[in-house]
């Protein structure tokens, strides 16, 4: 990676990271990229053999050790409890945490066993849950950092805090957006507050712009014997204008990787639209940098969770 962004001579080695839903897709470029660069990947996801698969492939790519595979469930809050306390009884220190999994345009309102509706609670609720469990390893790091990956679709989407799991008006795609825009307004309010709180960690966004990635082709089929006409027309439309896992991926690698990145930073694609191009900093909608809906968000999410994060370093 060149220009502002140059990546070519940054050196990983002797840092962890973790990624989520590292087992297709964006997370696998990213988790590819970061190892190549020296950095020791915990990989994620909900398919072991994939998992085993990617970790024999990064390990053989970089000649050495340096990816290993736990599973994970963002939809249900115990699994998050279970792989966080893993990780960090294993790795005391990390480095990186890249929130990246997630679903899409599920069709039909689907609950998880938690209660609460699927695509917020993968997208979303799960990560929350996950940063609060593992800011102690962050913090033990010397600047850490904490990557959410959001979307375009948050530019369109305002946030229903009396109604965050839609329940009154179901809609694929604003599901999608909303739970996208919530991402981006937690990592803004990390940022905040790990200023205030003194925590040392980096709260920084990313979005791929339009990338042909697998989550686009199974979430709005999920339940469905056959795609709806919407959504086969988007693949169509991705097949020629969306870009490659691996371009889409780049932000995602810029916000976890790049020395120059500052706390509350937004890395996507430069190009018409932000759907592909050079990567630099990308457009915050204003309603995204709303304090007070971050913070209730914040509180509503740790009553969700039941995970607090500390009131001090």
């Not at 893993?86 to 609950?111: K, Y």
């Not at 971050?294 to 509503?300: D, G, S, Y």
């Amino acid at each position: 990676m060149t220009g502002p962004f140059d990546l070519t001579d940054v050196s990983l080695a002797g840092r962890t990271a973790v990624i989520t839903g590292a087992t297709s897709g964006i997370g696998m470029e990213a988790a590819r990229a970061l190892a190549r660069m020296g950095a020791r990947v915990i990989l994620s996801g909900r398919r072991a053999d994939r998992g085993a698969a990617l970790v024999s492939m990064i390990n053989r790519e970089c000649g050495a050790e340096r990816a290993e595979f736990i599973g994970l469930d963002l939809s249900r809050l115990a699994n998050v409890e279970d792989f966080a306390g893993r990780v960090a009884a294993a790795h005391p220190a990390l480095d990186i945490l890249v929130n990246n999994a997630g679903v899409l345009a599920v069709p039909q309102r689907t609950v998880t066993p938690d209660g609460f509706e699927l695509q917020f609670a993968t997208n979303y609720l799960g990560h929350f849950a996950l940063t609060a469990r593992l800011l102690p390893a962050l913090m033990r790091a010397p600047a850490a950092r904490v990557v959410n990956i959001s979307s375009i679709a948050h530019l369109s989407c305002r946030l229903s805090l009396d109604d965050l799991h839609a329940t009154r008006n179901y809609r694929p795609w604003s599901a999608y957006g909303d739970s996208k825009l919530a991402m981006l307004m937690f990592a803004l309010e990390f940022q905040r507050r790990s200023e205030a709180q003194g925590w040392g960690v980096l709260g920084l966004a990313a979005h791929p712009g339009l990338a042909a990635t697998e989550i686009v082709a199974s979430g709005p089929t999920m339940g469905l014997p056959r795609a709806p006409l919407f959504q086969r027309g988007m693949q169509t439309a991705l097949r020629w204008f969306g870009q490659s896992s691996l371009a889409g991926a780049v932000p995602t690698v810029a916000a976890a990787a790049w020395p120059g990145a500052k706390g509350g930073d937004y890395f996507g694609p430069t190009g018409f639209c932000e759907w592909s191009g050079p990567v630099g900093h990308a457009r915050i909608a204003p309603h995204a940098r709303d304090e007070r809906v971050a913070a209730e968000l914040w509180r509503l999410s740790e009553e969700m969770s039941g995970v607090r994060f500390p009131v001090r370093a």
